[in-house]
């Protein structure tokens, strides 16, 4: 797309930006419905979304990219609270769809009555930012996937 073209689109840069935040909140949250969604094991479907989020974040033949919310809305955030709406919706969107697998493993008996599926649902957030974050610092795609096996045998344990 030329520039004219661009600008007759979106109107500015900024306007692009916004659109392409909408549209990958939107993607990243599909991705997680459908993997969340799935008749398995709580620990298999939270692998399920880290290993999804290390496709995205590990292209083949690539260098690492890492997630482009994390990666650049987090900057942008500090001055233009837009973008921190945004960037907080985008999140918490990620949370509600953890923390509903959680509630689900809870009716179908996976984790005890007294687990609160809120604070769980952060816990696999912050896997999934680390994930995000480290693979952009240049941490081998091996060693996250290391953690986030880790992470998710943690949250299945504790909430055991």
Do not use: W
């Not at 007294?114 to 957030?125: I, N, Q, R």
């Not at 995000?132 to 091996?142: E, I, K, P, T, V």
């Amino acid at each position: 797309m030329n520039r004219p073209s661009l600008y007759a689109a979106f109107g500015d840069k900024r306007a692009l930006y916004l659109c392409a935040m909408d549209r990958y909140i939107a993607a990243g949250e599909l991705a997680m419905e459908t993997a969340l969604a799935a008749d398995m094991p709580l620990e298999q479907s939270l692998m399920r979304v880290y290993d999804l989020a290390l496709e995205m974040y590990f292209p083949s033949n690539d260098d690492a990219h890492g997630c482009f919310l994390i990666g650049t809305s987090l900057a942008e955030a500090m001055n233009d609270a837009e973008v921190r709406e945004k960037l907080g919706q985008g999140l918490k969107s990620f949370d509600d769809a953890f923390e509903r697998r959680f509630r689900r493993a809870h009716k179908q008996g996976e984790i005890p009555a007294l687990t609160k599926p809120a604070v769980l649902a952060k816990l696999a957030s912050a896997i999934l930012h680390t994930l995000a974050l480290r693979s952009r610092a240049g941490d081998a795609r091996a060693a996250l996937r290391l953690t986030a096996v880790a992470g998710a045998k943690m949250i299945c344990a504790g909430a055991g």
